[in-house]
């Protein structure tokens, strides 16, 4: 295992972006698809306290449970299904090889 | 009209620490911002939270490193019109921009810097179809004067202090039936308001529909009816005067975006030499700007603050001879 995990993240227009991914340099979601200049904004830098990195969890993958500050910024989320998640309270680990996201529509 | 030197267009972190470098150089600044208080999303999104990287300092709490930035630039008296946007800029005869605000406010400067951050902060809103038809015709996304609301049906979407103050205090003998919208049943308010807000649901003066969003606005010219959608029992229909969705703040570009600047993603484009723009006697600094290799950081924010009011004083007074001066030789002389 050389801590590299291959995700799948769906843009708004339905394209398939397979990415690989370090599981041993603390990524998250969000920054994941910002190093691949996927449009999603995380506009305050990965800390729960924005929704621009609004996404929803497609696999059965086990991600970890959200955090009541994520739980509460997705109240500010438009389009929140049960399945939504912010990327950047997802860390990227080795259980998550295979991982299939799509990105949420952003509202105005 | 207000009168300065550099007028600092973001008053966070980037733009408190540009009225201290040019303090140093003897210029005056004058900093406007969009939101009622200065430290830009350091103060509005996470002031409680801590920042590592700034040298010197191993933690440090965003909202304290705002009050000392401001203890930093006093000595150098800088000015503030917050709570008010930058919109329009002219130049007039002499060769200096005329800033003027959203609210009318009028600047006046030979120097421009903008440290705009992640841009103004808007509120959020909701992607009802149709809304925007609706504005200040029923729907608002803040609450100005709680007085406009009295005898009125209001409903309002949201979970957090702001849906729930509001809905409370309109609730206590201001509008005629408040409804209060919520996504999930939890509310993450304080524990306080939410319980009074569930007393008051419990007393029949708060209508209180959660795990439901407001799905279409309907009306004729100004709005009459709301579709409101449970996750599980289905759609209902709600006659209301107003709706007043709060769903927080978030940044956008804002009117800078149309004062001809080339701007990429969002951010505009500057000469690393000086934070330039292509607009002479424009610079723009911190998160707001782009270069190659560009790092949304503080502490680079800092440095392009530092180096940009070099050339604006160069751009001031260019018949002026420019020594850098250390502060540990001189200390720091304020106005």
Known sequence: ?108 | MIQTDILIIGAGPCGLFTVFEAGLLKLRCHLIDALPQAGGQCSEIYPKKPIYDIPAYPSILAGDLVDKLMEQAAPFQPGFTLGERAETIEKDAEDQFILTTNRGTKHRAPIIAIAGGLGCFEPRKPPVPGLAAFEDRGVEYIIKDPEFYREKRVVISGGGDSALDWAIFLAEGVASHVTLIHRRQEFRGHLDSVQKAMDLAQAGKIQLLTDSEVTEAHGDGALKTLVVKHKTEGERTLETDHWVPLFGLSPKLGPISDWNLNVTKNAVEVDTFDYSTNIPGIYAIGDINTYPGKLKLILCGFHEATLMVQSAFKRIYPDKNLVLKYTTVNGVNGF
């Open chain 1, 1 to 108: 295992m050389d801590h590299i995990i291959e995700v799948n993240v769906i843009d708004r227009d339905g394209q398939l972006h397979k990415l690989e991914a370090p599981t041993d340099m603390g990524m998250n979601m969000m920054e994941l698809c910002k190093s691949a200049e996927l449009p999603v904004e995380g506009t305050c830098g990965g800390m729960a306290m924005c929704a621009s990195c609004h996404m929803y969890v497609d696999s059965s993958h086990d991600v970890p449970e959200k955090s009541d500050d994520e739980e509460d910024m997705l109240d500010e989320a438009f389009f929140v299904e049960d399945n939504s998640r912010l990327g950047c309270q997802i860390y990227l680990a080795d259980a998550l090889d295979g991982l299939t996201v799509r990105l949420a529509p952003v509202g105005q």
